[in-house]
């Protein structure tokens, strides 16, 4: 079992690698059942239905960050999460998404932060890192 500090992440956006701005950041999936259970059953049966996810980030705010993000309003764009990092042969996520939130915060006694989360479209496809 080969495991890695959460610091390796590499999560691209539009083609724009956000790591550099980002403390957190997650990829959400599910998938959704369908009730078949007939009469005479003593449990439920289901079958697997659609599947849905959703991307999150947060982090330090920063200028070109937020440029970066406002280019991804009201349009779909491709992200590529490789949650152990780019090396060879680890796992990466890949697929398109729609920027569905976006908040600034600047309190008066911190750094100010940011966090967005993007709606995955049409599925996500596992593979590996060449």
């Keep these: 079992m ?3 500090h959460g610091s390796n992440a590499v999560m691209t956006i539009n083609s724009v690698d956000l790591s550099e701005y980002i403390n957190t950041t ?3 999936m599910e ?3 369908a009730e078949v259970t007939t009469l005479g059953k003593t449990a439920k049966s289901y079958i697997p239905g659609l599947e849905d996810g959703t991307i999150s980030a947060d982090g330090p705010f920063d200028g070109t960050l937020d440029a970066a993000i406002d280019a991804m309003r009201r349009t779909l ?3 590529i999460y490789q949650p152990q990092g780019a090396g060879s042969g680890l796992p990466v996520y890949t697929g ?3 920027l569905t939130s976006y908040s600034i915060e600047t309190p008066v006694d911190d750094a100010g932060t940011w966090d967005a989360e993007w709606q995955i479209s049409d599925g996500w496809t596992r593979g590996t890192n060449p």
Excluded: G, K, L
Aim: with cysteine.
């Design 2 to 4: 080969a495991f890695s």
């Design 31 to 33: 998938a959704e059942t």
């Design 26 to 28: 997650s990829q959400e």
């Design 77 to 79: 764009v491709p992200f």
């Design 96 to 98: 398109n998404c729609i």
